[in-house]
């Protein structure tokens, strides 16, 4: 399945190293398959562990969604915290979103071992009130994040208009967020791996899955592999799991400006997104340029490249000149991509309820990189017979899980 199309900006900002594929072993512990950020954090929480792991990517690293993601990383969900106590009960809620807040730590406490830190900055964000009316959602919000000790504070229209350049009549600013570049957060830790005894293959299409019970063989054009277990880190393609019933996959689009050195930005350079559903956001990156995305439509495949991605583009682009005024940008990069979303909003995470040596790590919902650390360890607890009692608020058969 195409995930993408259009003009991707993060592959330009580094070079990869020429990957040749290993030799095959005659066993792995654990075979991963899709070398996305969900199966590279994978294979480093079960190489923590021990276990040998090979990955098999039937493009090349990194190359799915990982490369289109705009590289938010946010402790708040598209699913307000006060919402999902609604939807799933407190208790639960409020882990998932402490869940969700320590997974950015990890993923900083991983991307500082990495070249360039893949760009990982500390930032907060800022969700500012698309309409009057979605105020006392954000005050609410506010609330239930500081009764639970989450970093939040609620902006009136008076503050949002000393520290923004454009009107909104509230917003939420909560901090401990981050901005990263993923893709060469992907790369890095990629190369980190294969220095410790990860073998990637890439180019190698995982479609004939053989459960012996004691063992796994999946059968590929570059020879077959065994192996004791496998994990399905392969993102919005085909769900290896159940029917669609419970997941839909959208698609969205995004710019990316030219550089703008002299251009300070705003406040703290937050994240900046917003309450309407689909929502807008946007972010800076260290070269200075600003990312803007949103746009969301009810089709799967991504729209051709073309004249339909110039006019989303174009339109993001008008958004962003009101959002900045007196400022003009121009989108050098421009794409739509796939992107899942399920019907509580949280990701799919765990074991095949009768496979059990078949494991998913599905990163549904706009927070997909937090989803993938937190999914990552999830996975290794489980893999490793250790009790995890977050497990079952992300497992595949939950009362919103798949069908
Ligand atoms: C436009 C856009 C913006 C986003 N912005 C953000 C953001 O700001 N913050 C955030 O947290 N998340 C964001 N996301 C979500 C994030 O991109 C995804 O959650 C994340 O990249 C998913 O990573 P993954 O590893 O699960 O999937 P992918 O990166 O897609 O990796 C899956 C891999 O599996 C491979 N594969 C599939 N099937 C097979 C097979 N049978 N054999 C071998 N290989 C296979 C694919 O080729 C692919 O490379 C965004 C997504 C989009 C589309």
Not at 75 to 80: A, G, K
């Given at each position: 399945m195409e995930l993408h199309n259009g003009l991707l900006f993060w592959p330009t900002t580094l070079v990869k190293k020429q990957h040749t594929n290993p030799e095959i072993k005659p066993y792995y512990d654990t075979i991963i398959i899709g070398a996305g950020i969900s199966g590279i954090l994978t294979a480093k929480a079960l190489m923590d562990e021990g276990l040998t792991v090979a990955i098999l990517e039937r493009n090349e690293l990194g190359s799915g969604s990982t490369s289109a993601n705009t590289g938010l990383l946010q402790?708040?969900?598209?699913?307000?915290l006060h919402e999902l106590c609604d939807l799933i009960g407190e208790d639960d809620a409020v882990r998932f979103y402490k869940l969700c807040y320590k997974a950015v730590d990890q993923l900083e406490e991983i991307a500082l071992s990495l070249q360039d830190q893949a760009h990982f900055i500390r930032r907060p964000s800022i969700c500012y009130a698309s309409e009057k009316s979605d105020v006392k959602k954000l005050e609410k919000e506010c609330e239930i994040l500081v009764k639970h000790g989450f970093p939040a504070e609620f902006w009136n229209e008076l503050i949002v208009e000393k520290r923004l350049p454009f009107e909104a009549p509230g917003a939420l600013y909560t901090s401990s967020d981050a901005e990263i570049n993923p893709y060469k957060f992907v790369v890095a830790l990629a190369e980190q791996l294969i220095s410790r005894g990860l073998d990637l293959f890439e180019n190698t299409y995982a479609n004939i899955i053989e459960d012996e019970g004691t063992h796994i063989i999946l059968r590929t054009m570059n020879g077959d592999f065994k192996a004791s277990r496998i994990v399905y880190t392969t993102g919005y393609e085909r769900l290896p799991y159940g029917k669609m019933k419970g997941a839909d996959i959208k698609r969205s689009y995004a710019i990316v400006t030219e550089q703008k050195p002299g251009y300070d930005g705003w406040y703290e350079n937050a994240l900046i997104w917003e309450t309407a559903r689909p929502y807008l956001y946007m972010r800076k990156t260290v070269d200075q340029r600003i990312i803007i995305g949103g746009l969301d439509e009810k089709k799967a495949k991504p729209a051709e490249n073309g004249p339909k991605i110039n006019i989303m583009a174009d339109m993001l682009l008008d958004r962003l000149h009101k959002l900045l005024p007196g400022e003009t940008f121009h989108a050098p990069y421009k794409y739509c991509a796939s992107f899942g979303e399920s019907l509580d909003q949280l990701p799919f995470i765990g074991q095949h309820p009768k496979q059990p040596n078949h494991f998913y790590l599905l990163g549904f919902g706009g927070n997909g990189t937090v989803y993938s650390m937190l999914g990552s360890q999830i996975i290794a607890d489980l893999i490793m017979d250790r009790p995890n009692d977050d497990a079952r608020i992300v497992s595949l058969n939950r009362k919103y899980g798949l069908k």
């Open positions: 402790y708040s969900n598209d699913i307000q």
